[in-house]
């Protein structure tokens, strides 16, 4: 059962113009929404996170929109550059106090055009 | 210096064979994961592995076993390689489990990754 859905799986979008990559989890328990950036070849790396007790959270041109009602969050690229092109995945972790485990949606590969 | 770090990079053996991929981090973390991601780009939890406690993904085949000689080394040792294990490996670290807070109470928040072994069975 994939519990963070993640679309579109990709995205093409001109230098300049606003990336936008949606998110919906099912499981309540979620607590802490990150967002990792993954370049070819590499590892994922966080670039911004977000926790249900604000709405939104921006970092630069990266923006989390969140919407704990709809169990939705989003992340934002402004003024997309060829350097965002990469694969972005959503994740969800429970705060359970006791080990838990980041669930990965299914990625979205950002292409970004000049 | 690479804070985590994995080798080999990558790994071409055939079927049926016996093969480990070595983690180490030098963060100091006391949690370790191992992550698969398929051709497709889904990353899916494999192991969390937290001062000797050992939490596996019930869906993972008992082929694979990780072991942890020490808080810094999380190694993946893979039994009778099948076709279907060709992907790449993720080792990562966070200082513990992520979405946790410490005994301050700051929120554990970033796992970091290393950079894959892509393990190609033939």
């Known amino acids: 059962q994939q519990q963070v859905k993640q679309s579109p799986q990709s995205l093409i979008v001109q230098k300049g113009g606003i990336s936008i990559i949606n998110c919906a989890y099912e499981?309540?328990?979620?607590?802490?929404f990150p967002w990792y950036q993954q370049f070819p070849g590499k590892g994922p790396a966080l670039l911004i996170a977000?926790?249900?007790?604000?709405s939104e959270k921006k970092e630069g041109r990266f923006t989390i929109s969140f919407n704990k009602s709809a169990k939705q969050f989003s992340l934002h690229i402004m003024d997309s550059q060829p350097g965002d092109s990469a694969t972005y995945f959503c994740?969800?972790?429970?705060?359970?106090?006791?080990?838990?485990?980041?669930?990965f949606g299914t990625g979205t590969r950002l292409q970004v055009t000049l | 210096d690479t804070a985590v770090s994995q080798t080999p990079k990558y790994l071409v053996t055939q079927m049926g064979n016996d093969k480990s991929i070595k983690c180490e981090q030098n963060?100091?973390?006391?949690?370790m994961y191992w992550y698969k991601q398929d051709s497709k780009k889904f990353l899916k939890i494999m192991f969390s592995?937290?001062?000797?406690?050992?939490?596996i993904n019930e869906t993972v085949p008992n082929r694979f076993s990780p072991k942890s000689p020490d808080k810094a080394h999380l190694n993946l040792h893979i039994n009778s390689l099948e076709l279907g294990d060709s992907a790449v490996y993720f080792c990562?670290?966070?200082?513990?489990?992520?979405?946790?807070?410490?005994?301050?109470?700051?929120?554990?928040?970033?796992?970091?990754f290393g950079q894959g072994t892509r393990l190609t069975v033939v």
């Open positions: 499981n309540t328990a979620f607590d802490y």
């Open positions: 990562a670290s966070s200082q513990s489990y992520v979405g946790t807070r410490d005994p301050r109470g700051v929120m554990n928040t970033e796992a970091f």
């Open positions: 977000i926790r249900p007790d604000v």
């Open positions: 963060l100091g973390h006391d949690t």
């Open positions: 994740a969800a972790t429970p705060y359970t106090g006791t080990a838990s485990k980041l669930t």
């Open positions: 592995y937290n001062n000797k406690e050992l939490i």
